[in-house]
């Protein structure tokens, strides 16, 4: 035995179709009031609203203007985009959050003290650079006296 329950999809397809016989409803009873006040044909109804200066300028003998080709303007094509798909198993790009820089004013002793511990810190590698490259050329004396005490004591 088969056993019909309710599901999402069941119910918002009566939902929706019920809400277009409202909708149909609510058109076709405005249409019917709007009837009932005017008696008159459609015809009177758009004479009424129409002025009569722009009937007798639409019917006067004057020669219609031609249509220049160029004052048309061609209709551009929408372009389809495909939407790409992302495999599953790659992350999401991350996402970029612009701050308001119009908003925020920078602190001038905050920037003063960020450009004193900079300062601080190139010395310190200088003088670190220096000490390494004056090892190095201890060393390098030390390997060149070697080299020449042994050569010495060859000869």
């Not at 329950?5 to 076709?28: D, H, Y």
């Not at 160029?70 to 701050?99: E, M």
Request: aromatic residues 4%; glycine residues 0%; proline residues 6%.
């Amino acid at each position: 035995a088969i056993t019909h329950g309710f599901n999402l999809r069941n119910v918002a397809v009566w939902i929706t179709s019920a809400a277009a016989v409202a909708l149909l409803v609510f058109a076709a009873s405005t249409q019917l009031d709007n009837n009932k006040m005017d008696n008159k044909p459609l015809a009177q109804q758009v004479i009424n609203k129409i002025s009569v200066d722009s009937i007798a300028d639409s019917i006067s003998a004057e020669r219609p203007q031609p249509i220049a080709v160029d004052s048309i303007k061609p209709q551009p094509v929408k372009q389809q985009r495909h939407k790409t798909v992302r495999p599953y198993w790659q992350p999401r790009p991350p996402k970029v959050y612009v701050a308001d820089a119009l908003d925020a004013k920078p602190d001038t002793t905050d920037i003063e003290e960020a450009v004193r511990q900079a300062d601080i810190l190139l010395q310190a590698i200088s003088v670190h650079q220096s000490a390494e490259i004056n090892q190095l050329e201890l060393q390098a004396l030390e390997v060149f006296e070697d080299d020449d005490s042994d050569n010495d004591m060859a000869q």
